[in-house]
């Protein structure tokens, strides 16, 4: 059985840093995104890396604050993002099986982590 478990969410100040980590069980190696939603919006792309990661994906809003990266020994995707703003609020959402920005490439998600950034 496939589980997608993200963690590392919470409260932090604008300016500031925090790292979602998003681990993966029950398939091999695969590619895997974050998306967010932040409430009253549609999902977003976020972020998306290849399985055999050398190919990173970032939507314009984070560009050079968000980097994410991959332990494959451990299944794990993490997203590093910095700099953060009071507009990347959001519940944040790990997936897997695609680098698209298109949400319904991805066949397994998490149940989300929220972040709050305060200004």
């Known amino acids: 059985q496939v589980q997608v478990v993200e963690s590392g969410g919470g409260l932090v100040q604008a300016g500031g840093s925090m790292r979602l980590s998003c681990a993966a069980s029950?398939?091999?190696?695969?590619?895997m995104g974050w998306f967010r939603q932040a409430p009253g919006k549609e999902r977003e792309f976020v972020a998306a890396?290849?399985?055999?990661?050398?190919?990173?994906y970032y939507a314009d809003s984070v560009k050079g604050r968000f980097t994410i990266s991959r332990d494959n020994a451990k299944n794990t995707v993490y997203l590093q993002m910095n700099s953060l703003k009071p507009e990347d609020t959001a519940v944040y959402y790990c997936a897997t099986g695609s680098t698209s920005w298109v949400a319904s490439t991805y066949d397994y998600w998490g149940q989300g982590t929220q972040v709050t950034v305060s200004s």
């Open positions: 890396i290849s399985r055999s990661d050398i190919n990173t």
């Open positions: 029950g398939h091999t190696v695969r590619h």
